[in-house]
């Protein structure tokens, strides 16, 4: 298992290109499933999640291929309908594939994602509006089995919003018999992005990136060519460096529509954000202010970026408030940050995070993806040296993060 060492307190300095969304690249390339022939995905990051959906959809019979950032998927050989335990518990966003193939194939067979580290993380609003759409959903032996003759058109509410809840449903309609409403959809921009693949697919879609989504059913769709949108979530953590560590950090490629949230409360730091068209100059300030923050479904502040922001909250200059109320474990990541000076109190799913002069050095160990990019960027920050173990977390949603820092000044290095 590698490790990535880093000498802290060095200044960032100069730019660094931001990749493909990996959380778009999922569904999207799932989205072959529902046509037959060759579609083109351009911009698509190199990172383990992305290996892995892709030997899935192999193994359901689809063909890919696969050069530098650009991926070919033709479905047309579709005749696989089960996807299995080994490959599923690797993955949990596997389960996308559960909608297209019961669309597709009639039927599906797909391993029940376990739990993860931040939270038990169930799939009941997934095969509850697949039972709503006419599918017989039975779970047994750790698999779920949903068939269907034909989908029919359903009003579907999401008690609570799901960013793949909503994806799954919409790839299983835009084939249905009839007209579905999705309420309380998600309107994460990855959710917006496999909206508008679909409908450049032929799919009718109406409303997405809104609370309600009306999506009329179609016989067939077509194959396309698409480039992936940028990563949010790698921008915000290069932004969050920036501020962490005083530096002058320009993120190009990124979408700063995406991150309105994130931008608004980096400036109630203190820190300087002059944006662009697709790009932003991100500059930290000398005194770091504390902000509180409540993570919440888009537009709201990301869950996906709280571990970031809960670093440089450690070294501010006061007593921020950190409330999670996305997951229900997803402060895996406080034990390891105090180990390195921070001083961190939780009670729930609230941390109370009084500001330090400074974070020391530590040896760390990563637990989950975006728990792993918090440690590295407190390793950036940190008196001394940090060693961050288990980075194949890490691997799952950054690429190249190691070159991307040094190449920005970082003293940072991967150890086999
Ligand atoms: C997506 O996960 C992202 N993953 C996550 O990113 C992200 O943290 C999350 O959305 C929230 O924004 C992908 O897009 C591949 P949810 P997802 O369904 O879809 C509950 C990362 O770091 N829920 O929106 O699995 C659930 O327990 C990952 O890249 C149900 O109760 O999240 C959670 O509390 C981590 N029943 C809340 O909804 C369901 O059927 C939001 O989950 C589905 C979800």
Same mark, same amino acid.
């Given at each position: 298992m590698d490790t990535i060492v880093i000498e802290g307190q060095h200044d960032l300095k100069g730019s660094v290109h931001i990749g493909g969304a990996k959380n778009a690249a999922l569904p999207i390339l799932v989205s072959? /499933? /529902?046509?037959?022939g060759w579609n083109t995905y351009t911009n698509v990051p190199d990172l383990k999640d992305i290996q892995s959906i892709i030997a899935l959809l192999n193994q359901l019979g689809a063909q890919t291929e696969v050069e530098q950032d650009c991926v070919g998927i033709n479905a047309?050989? /579709?005749n696989v309908f089960e996807a299995p335990y080994d490959l599923v518990r690797k993955m949990r966003?596997?389960?996308?594939v559960l909608g297209p193939l019961v669309a597709r194939l009639k039927k599906a067979r797909v391993s029940l994602p376990g739990g993860c580290a931040i939270g038990a993380r169930p799939i009941n609003l997934h095969l509850k509006g697949l039972k709503q759409l006419g599918a017989t959903i039975e779970l047994e032996h750790g698999y779920v089995e949903a068939s269907a003759d034909r989908l029919r058109g359903a009003d579907i509410y999401f008690d609570v919003v799901s960013v793949t809840g909503t994806e799954n449903l919409m790839m299983a309609a835009v084939l249905a018999d009839g007209v579905t409403v999705l309420r309380n959809a998600a309107r994460e921009p990855e959710v917006v992005a496999l909206a508008e693949v679909l409908t450049q697919m032929g799919a009718q879609i109406e409303?997405?990136?809104?609370a309600v989504m009306t999506i009329k059913g179609v016989s067939s769709l077509s194959p396309v060519t698409v480039k992936i949108i940028p990563d949010r979530i790698e921008t915000g953590t290069f932004m969050v460096a920036a501020a962490l560590t005083g530096g002058d950090i320009t993120i190009l490629d990124c979408e700063p529509e995406h991150l309105g949230a994130v931008v608004h409360k980096l400036q109630s730091t203190g820190t300087t954000i002059d944006i662009q068209d697709q790009s932003m100059r991100v500059r930290g300030s000398g005194e770091i202010k504390s902000v509180d923050i409540k993570t919440l479904a888009y537009?709201?502040?990301?869950t996906d970026m709280q571990a970031q922001f809960m670093v440089l909250m450690s070294i501010a200059s006061g007593t921020s408030v950190i409330s999670e109320t996305?997951?229900?474990?997803?402060?895996?990541h406080v034990s390891e940050l105090r180990r390195m000076g921070a001083d961190i109190t939780v009670s729930g799913n609230t941390a109370t995070v009084r500001g330090v002069g400074k974070l020391s050095g530590a040896p760390v160990m990563a637990t989950d993806l975006r728990a792993s990019a918090s440690l590295i960027l407190a390793g950036l920050a940190a008196e001394g040296t940090t060693a961050v173990s288990r980075v194949y977390h890490l691997d799952r949603g950054y690429e190249k993060i190691e070159d991307k820092f040094s190449h920005l000044g970082a003293a940072i290095k991967r150890v086999k």
């Open positions: 072959s /499933l /529902l046509s037959d047309s050989g /579709l966003a596997s389960i996308l409303g997405a990136g809104t537009p709201g502040f990301p996305i997951f229900e474990n997803r402060f895996i």
